[in-house]
């Protein structure tokens, strides 16, 4: 831990000696949200590419609540931001945001927002990616993956067939309730270029969308050819529903409609998203 910066309500704390020279930089953001599909996808990418930690962010508004881990410590809510450098000069480097929460409030996801977007900036980012899910009343067999962006040339980049992303969004969900979709909109006013990769997923507090986060992972190696062993997440995928799959019936027979729970508010009753 080398140095520490107070911006507003965050503090920036750096975890590296020297500041990485990196190539045209792409964040990828993978925070907390339905069905987790945004923050497994990240996740798996930080941990497949061995990427290091960069700075950590914190804020009084954070949760009032810890973690217990499975050695039985506690953790504090974290929001980290690792980076990874390429040999191949050809490769764009990465920074990824990953965490165990979100900003709890607006204005404290404004703000942030505006805080990762000068760290990333000042390293020469000028595209952003956001995930997440679209939150489905049943379980998708093959999720699909939709795109948003704050620019319309940078969607255009998504409508390649190969993508198989789907850029008719309108209509399917409403407002993007988050930093997902809050750093799209912080972005445009600084002219950074920024899409949202949602994929659909189950809508359930317990379910994990591994499903849906391999299917971003594989729309984000397809485009960006990062390198990453998209079947290891297939086979997790695989492990994993067999698991939870005795669950599901339960879950489903659970649900209820409507609730408190931050997200879009639908426009169809078989979508939700939450960033």
Not at 36 to 58: E, M, P, Q, R, Y
Not at 65 to 89: G, R
Not at 178 to 206: D, I, W, Y
Request: aromatic fraction near 8%.
């Amino acid at each position: 831990m080398d140095s520490q910066i107070n911006a507003g309500s965050w503090k920036v704390e750096y975890f590296v000696k020297k500041m990485p020279t990196l190539s045209k930089p792409l964040l990828i953001e993978g925070l907390p949200g339905i069905a987790n599909v945004g923050k497994i996808a990240v996740d798996f990418l930080v941990s497949d590419l061995k990427a290091k930690k960069l700075c950590s962010f914190f804020s009084y508004k954070f949760p009032h609540s810890v973690f217990v881990n499975e050695q039985n410590l506690i953790e504090s809510p974290k929001i980290e931001l690792y980076y990874k450098k390429f040999k191949d000069p050809k490769k764009r480097d990465l920074l990824l945001l990953v965490g165990d929460v979100q900003p709890i409030d607006e204005v404290s996801c404004h703000t942030f927002c505006e805080q990762i977007l000068g760290v990333v900036m000042d390293f020469g980012c000028t595209e952003i990616i956001t995930t997440g899910g679209i939150g489905l009343s049943s379980l998708p067999e093959e999720p699909l993956v939709y795109a948003t962006a704050n620019d319309a040339d940078f969607l255009k980049q998504f409508k390649v067939k190969k993508l198989g992303v789907a850029t008719e969004i309108f209509g399917v969900v409403g407002p993007i309730i988050g930093v997902s979709g809050v750093l799209l909109g912080v972005a445009s006013r600084h002219s950074v270029k920024a899409a949202a990769l949602l994929a659909e997923t189950f809508s359930h507090q317990m379910y994990l969308g591994v499903k849906g986060a391999a299917a971003i992972v594989k729309v984000l190696d397809l485009k960006y050819k990062i390198g990453v062993k998209v079947e290891k997440i297939n086979r997790e995928i695989i492990d994993l529903e067999k698991e939870m799959m005795a669950k599901t019936q339960e879950w489903l027979k659970e649900m209820q409609t409507g609730g408190s729970e931050a997200g879009a508010k639908l426009k169809d009753p078989g979508h939700s998203y939450i960033g």
